[in-house]
Nanobody, 111 residues
Framework: QVQLVESGGGLVQAGGSLRLSCVAS????????MHWYRQAPGKEREIVAV???????YYPDSVKGRFTISRDHAKNTVYLQMDSLKPEGTAIYYC?????WGQGTQVTVSS
């Protein structure tokens, strides 16, 4: 069974940092783009970072310069380093690849 499992969420003050992890099991995702999304209460899910198999990255303007996505092929793991967090970053963060989604990890940023 193919699974993505996120971890690393929590409560942090505005301006703080968190590092999310997404571990893939049941299959290798080394040949796929990996994505991080987030969904805030009452809002649509939005993409926050993408990384290709070769390591190219993409970020929307809302997080560019503050978030960094990386991957470790050997560990089948993708990371999302989030710095200078803002209260509007409060959301459930999801890992995704192809049609597989993780269960999400809650990030709460207090003002």
């Amino acid at each position: 069974q193919v699974q993505l499992v996120e971890s690393g969420g929590g409560l942090v003050q505005a301006g703080g940092s968190l590092r999310l992890s997404c571990v893939a099991s049941g299959s290798t995702f080394s040949g796929y783009n990996m994505h991080w999304y987030r969904q805030a209460p009452g809002k649509e899910r939005e993409i926050v970072a993408v990384i290709t198999p070769s390591g190219q990255t993409y970020y929307p303007d809302s997080v560019k310069g503050r978030f960094t996505i990386s991957r470790d092929h050997a560990k089948n793991t993708v990371y999302l380093q989030m710095d200078s967090l803002k209260p509007e970053g409060t959301a459930i963060y999801y890992c995704n690849s192809d049609t597989v989604w993780g269960q999400g990890t809650q990030v709460t940023v207090s003002s």
